[in-house]
């Protein structure tokens, strides 16, 4: 018998599991029965595809056996079954982060880390918060050898042969002394049902129970081993939606969730005529702890006449719907239907076309409180969908929501419009990394002084690729605000006086200030601020910052441009100051003063504090 350490993170998972998460103990039977499905299902695809696998006779089940008198608890299946190799990679590693990320998330409240186990692939380890020995005995189809697998959870496990007839994995669980509560039929049944109901195998619990024989001084009683089902064994999605209540489409997305919360929204649908196929699509509350990671875990599943073909496909849906949860199901893919053929079959286009129009449509119509848990939760990938999808454009602009300068909470470009100019037909919009920093942007106080709403987009790794190509939304177009003329009450001719009139006075900023700007101009835009700086929108790097972060790449540095404000006091006293040094110091304290107001660091911090200290001490 070969001794093996457990990975790393597994110990540590394990000795989580055993010693603190123990406010939903119940979710290992939903666990180790969610597992066992999965087994069958691969099971049934070989055993029709595969002639070797080929047998009238197999009959997938998942079968648990309680006995009190071996304080003992057996979950087993009929399904594929593993190797030696298999048990090492499945349970002694996790070859993905799964395991790392789970650990990551993990919040210190037992209930909501609990309700994380089945999220990461790391349901099997729920286990050890009942067990205080854990035996799985398993054989592989196709093989001839079986082996145990056998832990107690302290950081070893053991590997050994072993003799099994069929194919398939029991888990002997030996409870703790204080856990006899998952021996009785009544509460491991009632689990059953919560969590397991709508498994598409008969799950069927082996008891014993005491039976009487007789009357009166006859009266003898004996233990009677009995066995029956306790799972409707039907696929859900299968039933018509007036067969169905709410709670069983909430239970069963529990199922497939590995989790207690409730959906945010279910979508149930079957279509019929040239083509046949049924989908049944969840929209979680909370986003997918993976959903921003490259390995994320595809959320639906596709069967074929009821039998399952694959979960991992990241082509059933498109990648910014990857939060979306659920099942697929057509009558008309072939059931060897390969992986490479799913990219490109023209039935499953239609599908996954159909499917992704009901779902935008679904989030839509969403309102009120769902609506803002929608937005808080999943904005970010409505606009991914934005930039990759152009079929579905319109409508994910219909979806997607910014913050404003002049309200409060979320705006749709819909409720902007209602309170912009119906002539000019623009939508404005600043983009940068910091609601505060661009609520406070010297950019807006002309817009301010004009009561004209402005988009605060502060995801700038996004927001400066996406909206820029999006161009316009029902006809009105979206304007940048750093990249246009502010409204200006002033003339043309107004505007060319007072260049003129400052025009030695931007010479002179430009000259003190060299090639680290572009260009000094007089603004329109600034009422309050002395400056600002923007970048020069005919400059081809100009928008490429993001690219760059993206990319993992530093963005080479692009010279800016400083607008002056020919009201503001500072600078028209500038204008007349004599003192050259003096002069070049508040130049430099004028770009760098702006670069902060637009969230930017100066050059050289050190040099813009003892330009600020040695400007206040003449001022004192």
């Not at 008969?202 to 009166?216: D, Q, R, V």
């Not at 100019?421 to 942007?441: A, F, P, T």
């Not at 001719?493 to 700007?517: H, N, V």
């Amino acid at each position: 018998m070969a001794k093996h350490q457990f990975q790393t993170e597994i110990g540590q998972l394990l000795k989580l599991m055993t010693h603190s998460l123990y406010s939903n103990k119940e979710i290992f039977i939903r666990e180790l029965i969610s597992n066992s499905s999965d087994a069958l299902d691969k099971f049934n695809y070989m055993s029709l595809t595969d002639d070797s696998f080929k047998s009238d006779e197999w009959s997938g089940k998942v079968f648990v056996k309680l006995d009190k008198d071996d304080n003992s608890l057996t979950i087993g299946d009929n399904g594929i079954g593993m190797d030696e190799a298999d048990l090492m990679d499945n349970l002694g590693t996790i070859a993905k982060s799964g395991t790392k990320v789970f650990m990551e998330n993990l919040t210190g409240d037992a209930k909501k880390d609990s309700n994380l186990i089945g999220q990461f692939g790391v349901g099997f380890y729920s286990v050890f918060m009942v067990a205080e020995q854990v035996d799985v005995i398993s054989k592989k189809a196709g093989s001839t050898q079986a082996y145990m697998f056998s832990t107690d959870g302290s950081g070893e496990y053991e590997i050994k042969p072993v003799v099994k007839d069929e194919h398939g994995t029991v888990i002997y669980i030996k409870l703790k002394d204080d856990e006899k509560e998952f021996l009785d039929k009544w509460r491991t049944q009632e689990i059953v049902k919560k969590y397991s109901n709508h498994i598409a195998y008969p799950i069927m619990l082996n008891f014993s129970e005491e039976e009487s024989e007789g009357e009166g001084d006859d009266k003898t009683s004996k233990m009677v081993n009995k066995t029956e089902q306790i799972n409707e064994a039907t696929a859900l999605w299968t039933l018509g939606k007036s067969e169905l209540k709410k709670e069983d489409y909430i239970e069963f997305y529990k199922t497939i969730s590995h989790g207690d919360d409730e959906p945010l929204k279910y979508l149930h649908n079957k279509v019929e005529g040239s083509q046949e196929f049924t989908t049944l699509f969840y929209i979680p509350k909370k986003a997918p702890m993976d959903m921003y990671r490259a390995d994320y875990e595809a959320g639906v599943k596709l069967y074929v006449k009821r039998v399952f073909i694959t979960d991992d496909s990241k082509e059933l849906l498109p990648p910014y719907l990857r939060f979306v949860k659920g099942i697929i199901d057509s009558e008309d893919l072939p059931l060897n239907v390969s992986r490479e053929l799913l990219q490109e079959n023209r039935i499953l286009a239609n599908i996954k076309q159909n499917s992704v129009k009901k779902i935008l449509g679904a989030i839509k119509k969403l309102s009120g409180e769902d609506a803002d848990t929608f937005t808080q939760e999943y904005n970010k990938v409505i606009k991914e969908g934005i930039y990759i999808d152009q079929t579905n454009k319109d409508i994910l602009l219909d979806i997607v929501r910014y913050k404003s300068s002049t309200e409060e909470g979320l705006v749709s470009f819909s409720d902007y419009m209602s309170r912009g100019d119906s002539e000019k037909k623009e939508i404005y919009y600043i983009v940068g990394d910091d609601e505060k920093v661009l609520k406070n942007s010297p950019m807006l106080e002309a817009y301010k002084k004009a009561n004209i709403e402005v988009l605060i987009m502060d995801d700038s790794e996004i927001d400066s690729i996406v909206t820029p190509m999006i161009g316009a939304y029902n006809e009105w177009s979206l304007k940048d605000i750093s990249t246009i003329e502010a409204p200006d009450s002033k003339s043309d001719e107004e505007k060319e006086e007072i260049s003129k009139e400052f025009k030695s006075l931007t010479d002179k900023i430009k000259e003190a200030l060299g090639e680290e700007i572009k260009e000094v101009k007089i603004s329109n835009r600034l009422t309050a601020s002395s400056s600002c700086v923007l970048k020069d929108p005919s400059d081809p790097m100009a928008g490429m910052s993001a690219i760059f972060a993206q990319m993992g790449q530093e963005m080479p540095e692009t010279p800016l441009i400083l607008e002056i404000n020919p009201d503001h006091e500072m600078i028209k006293k500038l204008d007349s100051l004599e003192d050259t040094a003096l002069f070049d110091d508040i130049a430099w304290i004028l770009l760098d003063s702006a670069k902060l107001s637009e969230g930017l660091e100066p050059k050289d911090k050190g040099a813009f504090a003892l330009r600020v200290a040695s400007l206040a001490s003449k001022a004192i």
